[in-house]
């Protein structure tokens, strides 16, 4: 259910095919606006240019939360095809946006293994705010040739292959790619084919964008895999055109995706590009060295901070904010782990260089090496979801395909799901061109998927174009928290407490995804942190600050909970809180807001700061436990609740870094620095 296409990660550097470079308010349950009827984009809005700055009519004050998926795959994403889905990029914008869509039995036998016939409505609980579509670049619309009668590759005698094995479509193209003998082979008409992708997929996001109501980004995955280690990007512009995509067949290294990224601005529309499951990179994603193994210089800090303001830090292929051997002080650090290569699943991925808080450690140590900080990320959250339905309403379960609370699994597919009975050979391995399978994925291990949040004036692609790449973002683990944070050092007592305190936060200091003002870095910085929880979901336990700061030519990080729910208080010895309880009923998978708070606040000064010291702060917000995935499946089909999962989670969201950087003149040569204040103890 989660592979991943071997021939992307092992095959895709060779440059094959060379495709040419051009060809308001918040009252809705969705936390933005109410969906609406497909219509007309509004063409008097003209993208902002590379370089130039989004100027709204509204002041900042104004901002409000939306929530979107910049992380989806439909069936002309080659993988997803192979795994059955028939959902087209039409389709998951009208889904993602709240109208009911017809989804082919077929599609859903696939996924679950039942015995439905016709078209199945599926609908989502409530409309998501934006959303783009991001199919894999690589062979783009390829396979959907075979479902065209009108097209020849339909009628070979390769059809009837694929018909009867989808699979091979895998070993066929991983033997073309690398020029190797063996397997079926034919003339796919590949080039054509993508081109042809591309303007449909930019079609879908111009018609389906509804300024003031719905956002679409054109959009796409750029997925480089060398050796099965994992440096997919997204590539997201705001544009209603853009040039025929890059590809990993091209190149696999982030360098000339970046080079191409910079001709597209060049050209006048702006792009960025996204990184994502750095757990399953190996190491690679947030290494010490650049794609040649050369230490990182200031030239490639600077590229990669242009092209790349933000990461991904959690979608169903687990979270990547950090591990108990990063953090071990940590004690929520273990949350959703994904701990292996995604193509392979048998070779565990290498923690170090994986995971964002990591990079945000390293980022300050390279900005002292180097003179700018390449890993200055602000955070997203993703679906990936290969089923082309953007499931993060409700209880779905995990895995490539989401199911969504509609579709639940039952019978022997619930027990699949659960590993009660083992998955068919074909959806549970990975094979390379000679079809030898690499491992065995576990469903269980997949959560479900995450969900990105901006700031922003206006529900327009400026608009929240703009939040995105300012860095005004949060992310969750699929959860509608909204969180906000804000960081000066002359905010007054009590702040929080006046009815304006927003306007005074932003006139008076910076949101996240900033850095602090070089006037106000002598003076410790007090933060302002606000979380509100999901209007149909779980109450909150707490805020907690994560600070990370450079010691010598390494960094340390603590945690600070500085807004606790119920009352309760944080040991000044262990620096731990109290448990917020546990309402969950195993038997019946409800849960109660008896516990924790439907808002948490917190106006906090940092008392560990040394004017000295580069540091870096976020936030991450937790609910109270709610039954996993897993666990509500188990109940639903009267299964047993796993024991090799935890039956319940916290569900959570993270907020964009605030960045702190010591005065010209004020650095400390590496090594000649004390604790600061923190008796070395780097909690």
């Known amino acids: 259910m989660t592979r991943k296409f071997l021939w992307l990660a092992t095959a895709l550097a060779v440059p094959v095919l060379g495709v040419g470079f051009w060809g308001l308010s918040t009252a809705s349950r969705s936390g933005g606006h109410a969906a609406a009827a497909t219509t007309a984009p509004d063409t008097s809005e003209q993208p902002t240019l590379p370089g130039a700055t989004y100027v709204s009519h509204r002041a900042p004050e104004a901002r409000h939360a939306y929530f979107g998926d910049l992380h989806l795959h439909t069936a002309m994403s080659f993988d997803a095809w192979s795994f059955g889905t028939k959902t087209t990029p039409e389709e998951a914008y009208k889904f993602a946006r709240g109208e009911t869509v017809m989804i082919q039995a077929s599609q859903i036998n696939r996924e679950e293994t039942e015995n439905l016939s016709g078209m199945i409505p599926a609908k989502r609980a409530w409309p998501l705010d934006f959303m783009a579509v991001t199919d894999h670049s690589e062979f783009m619309g390829v396979a959907n040739q075979f479902d065209d009668p009108n097209n020849p590759l339909s009628k070979s005698p ?24 063996g397997g079926p082979s034919a003339d796919l008409n590949a080039e054509k084919a993508m081109s042809d992708t591309w303007g449909r997929q930019i079609k879908a996001a111009n018609d389906n964008y509804v300024p003031g109501k719905f956002t679409t980004f054109v959009a796409y995955e750029w997925t480089s895999a060398p050796d099965g280690k994992n440096l997919h990007r997204n590539v997201i512009f705001n544009a209603d055109r853009a040039p025929q995509p890059f590809t990993s067949a091209q190149s696999a290294r982030p360098e000339d995706l970046w080079t191409f990224l910079e001709k597209v601005r060049a050209g006048g529309i702006d792009v960025i590009a996204i990184p994502h499951n750095a757990d399953a990179s190996d190491g690679l994603m947030y290494d010490w060295n650049d794609s040649d193994g050369r230490p990182i210089s200031e030239a490639y800090a600077q590229r990669r901070l242009m092209n790349e303001p933000l990461t991904e830090i959690a979608q169903n292929k687990g979270v990547s904010d950090t591990v108990p051997e990063i953090s071990p002080n940590d004690e929520f650090a273990n949350f959703e782990r994904y701990d292996h290569l995604i193509s392979r699943p048998s070779i565990k991925s290498k923690v170090d260089g994986s995971y964002v808080r990591q990079a945000l450690g390293r980022g300050l140590v390279l900005l002292n090496r180097v003179g700018t900080n390449p890993y200055k990320y602000g955070v997203v959250g993703g679906t990936d979801i290969h089923n082309g339905l953007s499931t ?60 990105t949040g901006v700031w922003a004036e206006e529900n327009t692609r400026n608009a929240i174009y703009a939040a995105l790449k300012r860095k005004e973002t949060f992310a969750t683990s699929g959860t ?62 707490r805020i907690q600050v994560i600070k990370m700061w450079r010691e010598g030519d390494s960094y340390k990080e603590r945690i600070f909970n500085v807004a606790l729910s119920g009352g ?32 948490l606040s917190a106006q906090w000064t940092d008392p560990t700061f040394d004017p000295k010291r580069a540091a870096v702060y976020y936030a991450r917000v937790l609910e109270i436990p709610t039954p996993r995935w897993s666990t509500h499946l188990a109940i639903v089909n009267h299964l047993p609740i796993p024991t090799s999962v935890p039956a319940t989670v916290q569900e959570r969201a993270w907020s964009s870094p605030i960045w702190f950087t010591p005065q010209h003149g004020a650095k400390v040569a590496a090594g000649a620095e004390g604790s600061a204040g923190l008796g070395g103890k780097g909690r």
């Open 158 to 181: 390769l059809a009837d292959v694929v018909a009867k094995d989808p699979h091979q479509v895998f070993v066929m193209v991983a033997h073309q790619i690398e020029k190797t003998a």
């Open 392 to 451: 993060t309403d409700g209880n779905g379960v995990g895995g490539a395909f989401g199911v969504t609370p509609s579709f639940l699994p039952t019978g022997d597919a619930a027990k699949r799901m659960l590993q009660i009975i083992p998955m068919p050979a074909r959806l549970d391995s990975d094979a390379d061109a000679a079809g030898k399978p690499h491992g065995n994925q576990k469903t269980l291990e997949v959560g479900t998927g995450a969900i």
């Open 480 to 541: 509608r928290i909204r969180v906000r944070m804000f960081a000066s050092s002359s905010y007054p007592a009590g702040l929080m407490a006046r009815p304006d305190w927003v306007k005074t936060a932003y006139a008076s200091g910076v949101p996240m995804g900033s850095d602090l003002p070089a006037a106000t870095r002598l003076k410790a910085p007090t933060l302002l942190l606000q979380a509100i929880k999901d209007p149909d979901g779980a109450n909150l336990d």
């Open 568 to 599: 309760r208080k944080e040991d000044p010895k262990t620096g731990r809180a109290p448990a917020v309880g546990d309402t969950v009923d195993m038997k019946t998978g409800k849960y109660a807001n008896t516990v924790g708070a439907p808002t």
